[in-house]
């Protein structure tokens, strides 16, 4: 007695759909990507700008096609919405990156005011997101000032020298001695302001290299100046926070905040007398958004 065995078709089973990238895609990624490098332009009062990073929230296929135009380019996505655009920070073997020998070498022929420069755009960050808080929280907004800034880093070397001075180490370092420990000695004995026949601040004046921090920052999209009170006042933007969040683990930055001397009362950062805290140093080149 046989069996009947009943065999049915095999299920066929579709073959995934590839969404197929054309010429036009990879313009419109390339597009965004450009806007991105467009720190001053708002999405709000750019159409196409905006339905761009709207295709980008809505479309993976496409935003996943305007990352790798942005990674070819040696540039990190740190975040796409309709408050920051399409931020973008460079790697640092990037042809965008900019590096603080650089930037240092266009204003100052003393090679030990490469240093200082690096620690004014440290000090402005510090001042602007004084509490990781401040960094988590997306609606918040640091204030600054040229002066206060300043005002700051000289309150840091003070605490500095008063720490040498008990360990008995406030003797004169090598010119070219790294770190925090040499670089107040330099701070400090610069002019605040110095000024020319016309009254303008001298650029190698501390203030002087704070504002050109504050300017840069600006020119940049990272700051918006607001008035001339104190040398010139400033408010951040979303892309300077990002930045910042994207640099806040960097041990420089928290050596600098764990002096202690940039308390937080009304949104504006102040000063304050500083705790003890642990010895620490600052690597050469620890300026924001710099690459060493």
């Known amino acids: 007695m046989s069996e009947t065995v009943e065999w049915s078709e095999p299920e066929v089973v579709a073959p995934a759909v590839t969404a197929v990238i054309t010429p036009a895609d990879a313009a419109d990624a390339a597009r965004l990507v450009a806007f991105g490098l467009q720190p001053k332009l708002q999405p709000a009062r750019d159409q196409e700008y905006a339905e761009l990073l709207r295709r980008y929230r809505e479309d993976s296929p496409f935003a996943r096609l305007a990352d790798a135009v942005a990674a070819g380019l040696g540039l990190v996505v740190l975040e796409v919405s309709p408050r920051a655009g399409m931020a973008v920070t460079a790697a640092e073997d990037s042809v965008f990156a900019v590096r603080m020998g650089d930037y240092a070498r266009r204003t100052a022929a003393d090679s030990g005011d490469r240093f200082l420069h690096g620690l004014a755009h440290l000090a402005v960050a510090a001042m602007a997101f004084p509490r990781p808080e401040d960094l988590a929280d997306d609606g918040y907004i640091g204030r600054v000032t040229v002066n206060g800034v300043d005002a700051f ?140």
């Open 153 to 292: 880093v000289r309150q840091a070397c003070r605490r500095l020298e008063e720490r040498a001075d008990e360990q008995g180490m406030n003797t004169d370092p090598a010119t070219d001695a790294p770190g925090l420990e040499a670089a107040w000695r330099i701070w400090v004995r610069r002019s605040a302001t110095g000024a020319t026949k016309d009254a303008r601040r001298l650029a190698g004046s501390t203030t002087g290299i704070v504002g050109k921090a504050a300017a840069f920052l600006t020119d940049s999209g990272f700051l918006q100046r607001t008035g001339d009170d104190n040398g010139g006042t400033y408010r951040t933007t979303a892309r300077y926070q990002l930045q910042v969040r994207d640099m806040a683990g960097s041990a420089a930055m928290a050596e600098l905040l764990e002096l202690g001397v940039v308390p937080v009362t009304d949104g504006t950062a102040s000063l304050l007398p500083a705790e003890d805290t642990e010895d620490l140093e600052l690597v050469a080149d620890a300026g924001l958004p710099f690459h060493s």
